[in-house]
């Protein structure tokens, strides 16, 4: 038997200053060090099943959103058909990961005998704040995304930064990630079903 475990971006340290080490995103390999216990209990999965000698695929996402459930894209939905102005986090950055992507990606992986770490994520490093403004755009919701700072948006947990992850390694196994307006177009679509 094969262990697919999946993990998070929140196992790397999030920090501004790792977009310019790093301007393609982190890669499977970029030093981990979570900076909230979330990204600590999930380095911690991810150790153990290191140190294991089960056969595995660990897979990494990061802002993952689907058609259902609680997600930034349905609570943007939500959230602007009551409001007509939202104030949406500018600085921290990264790319969207759809559900429907992560599963197609990992039954290929499986497929093709893969085995190790592998990032799955969209193509192109956007703020939550361009996010906000391409899901109004696309349901035609009439919604002013005011950019804030993170200063201004506290959260109970720190927040990363600095989220992308690398795809380059998704790629040499031809497995190309979508850009991310194209995903959220489907899963726009997927929503309306």
Same mark, same amino acid.
């Given at each position: 038997?094969?262990?697919?475990?999946?993990?998070?971006?929140?196992?790397?340290?999030?920090?501004?200053?790792?977009?310019?080490?790093?301007?393609?995103?982190?890669?499977?390999?970029?030093?981990?060090?979570?900076?909230?216990?979330?990204?600590?209990?999930?380095?911690?999965?991810?150790?153990?099943?290191?140190?294991?000698?089960?056969?595995?695929?660990?897979?990494?996402?990061?802002?993952?959103?689907?058609?259902?459930?609680?997600?930034?894209?349905?609570?943007?939905?939500?959230?602007?058909?009551?409001?007509?102005?939202?104030?949406?986090?500018?600085?921290?950055?990264? *790319?969207?990961? !759809?559900?429907? %992507?992560?599963?197609?990606?990992?039954?290929? #992986? +499986?497929?093709?005998? $893969?085995?190790? /770490?592998?990032?799955?994520?969209?193509?192109?490093?956007?703020?939550?704040?361009?996010?906000?403004?391409?899901?109004?755009?696309?349901?035609?919701?009439?919604?002013?995304?005011?950019?804030?700072? *993170?200063?201004? !948006?506290?959260? %109970?947990?720190?927040?990363?930064?600095?989220? #992308? +992850?690398?795809?380059? $390694?998704?790629? /040499?196994?031809?497995?190309?990630?979508?850009?991310?307006?194209?995903?959220?177009?489907?899963?726009?679509?997927?929503?309306?079903?």
């Amino acid at each position: 038997a094969i262990l697919v475990h999946f993990s998070t971006d929140y196992v790397f340290p999030g920090k501004s200053a790792d977009r310019i080490i790093y301007p393609k995103g982190y890669p499977e390999d970029a030093a981990r060090k979570p900076v909230n216990i979330y990204g600590e209990s999930k380095l911690a999965g991810e150790l153990e099943l290191e140190k294991s000698d089960a056969e595995w695929l660990l897979i990494r996402v990061s802002w993952l959103c689907s058609p259902f459930g609680k997600n930034f894209v349905n609570t943007m939905i939500r959230l602007g058909s009551v409001k007509n102005k939202l104030s949406v986090v500018e600085d921290q950055i990264g *790319s969207p990961t !759809y559900t429907f %992507d992560v599963v197609a990606k990992t039954r290929k #992986l +499986l497929g093709r005998g $893969k085995r190790g /770490t592998f990032h799955v994520s969209s193509e192109g490093a956007i703020s939550w704040a361009d996010f906000a403004e391409e899901i109004f755009h696309i349901t035609e919701m009439n919604v002013e995304v005011e950019r804030v700072p *993170s200063s201004e !948006y506290p959260t %109970d947990a720190e927040r990363p930064a600095f989220s #992308l +992850l690398s795809t380059e $390694k998704i790629r /040499t196994v031809g497995l190309s990630p979508r850009e991310w307006k194209e995903g959220l177009k489907q899963l726009i679509e997927l929503r309306g079903q």
